[in-house]
């Protein structure tokens, strides 16, 4: 496996995190509630649950940077710029898995129709994350990041 890389997260207002991924959570809910729109949403998309890295991403990345924007809220910072820590291989995983559900999220009526909806200032931040997580998988030798599980 490879060495864990510390990557800053993109700066933004914790209450824009924390909207981002309690929306994520809702997601994640409605398709536990519901297992045919989550084998739907996976087949089109990325596992939205049940799956090795949709677990790694729920139980240990979303919770550490929630915890780090709760805390930058609590001291009455403007701004967080989160960090986390995790392998070369699983930022390219990371990538690859939120652009594929931004993408099916982003479909016209999706979000709407499970009653999740991503405001554009956290539209903007998935982005800012993603053009971020691209730069230094670049600046690492990973040239291109392939659209794939």
């Not at 997260?9 to 809702?26: F, H, K, N, T």
Request: aromatic letters at 6%.
């Amino acid at each position: 496996m490879d060495e864990p890389v510390s990557f800053a997260l993109p700066e933004a207002p914790p209450g824009i995190w924390l909207r981002w991924l309690r929306a994520w959570r809702r997601v994640e809910g409605r398709m536990i509630e519901f297992p045919a729109l989550e084998a739907l949403a996976s087949s089109e998309s990325a596992p939205f649950v049940r799956e090795e890295f949709a677990d790694t991403i729920s139980a240990g990345l979303i919770p550490e940077i929630m915890r780090q924007a709760e805390a930058a809220l609590r001291r009455g910072e403007r701004l967080v710029s989160p960090r986390v820590e995790l392998p070369v291989e699983h930022l390219a995983k990371l990538v690859r898995y939120v652009s594929r559900r931004a993408r099916w999220l982003a479909q016209p009526g999706v979000s709407r129709a499970i009653g999740v909806e991503f405001p554009p200032e956290v539209q903007g931040l998935r982005e800012r994350l993603l053009a971020d997580a691209v730069e230094l998988l670049r600046a690492s030798g990973q040239e291109r990041v392939e659209e794939g599980p």
